[in-house]
C-alpha cells in the first residue's frame, strides 16, 4: 500500500489519519536511499540452478560508486550497509519462494 492509497482509505472510511502507520513513499527517505536503491537495481545478481538467488556480484561496485558521484567514504559505507540490507533481504525472499515452490511440488 502507498501513502496515496492509504490517505484515499482513510478518506473513504471516514477515519483519522493515523501518520505513525501511513507507509513511507520514496521521498520520504534521503537522496543516499534512492541512490543506493537504483546502484542494487543496477548490480548484476548471481543465481544458481537448485539454489535460486544467492546474492548480487559486488563486483562493479566501484564503477557504480563513480556513475553515481559518490566520492565520500562515509557515504561509500552507508550505502554498502545499504546495499547489504537490501541484498540479505532479497536472498531470503528468494529462499522463501524456492522452498514454498519445492512443497508445492512436492505435495503433487
Do not use: H
Amino acid at each position: 500500500m502507498t501513502k496515496d492509497q492509504y490517505l484515499r482509505m482513510v478518506e473513504q472510511t471516514g477515519e483519522e489519519i493515523d501518520w505513525d502507520r501511513i507507509p513511507p513513499d520514496l521521498e520520504d527517505f534521503p537522496e543516499s536511499v534512492y541512490t543506493a536503491l537504483c546502484i542494487f537495481n543496477s548490480m548484476g545478481s548471481r543465481v544458481q540452478a537448485d539454489i535460486g538467488y544467492i546474492g548480487k556480484d559486488f563486483t562493479n561496485l566501484d564503477l557504480l560508486y563513480d556513475y553515481y558521484y559518490i566520492e565520500e567514504k562515509i557515504e561509500k559505507d552507508w550505502i554498502f550497509e545499504l546495499l547489504l540490507f537490501l541484498d540479505e533481504r532479497a536472498i531470503k525472499e528468494s529462499q522463501k519462494r524456492m522452498k514454498s515452490e519445492i512443497d508445492r511440488i512436492k505435495r503433487k
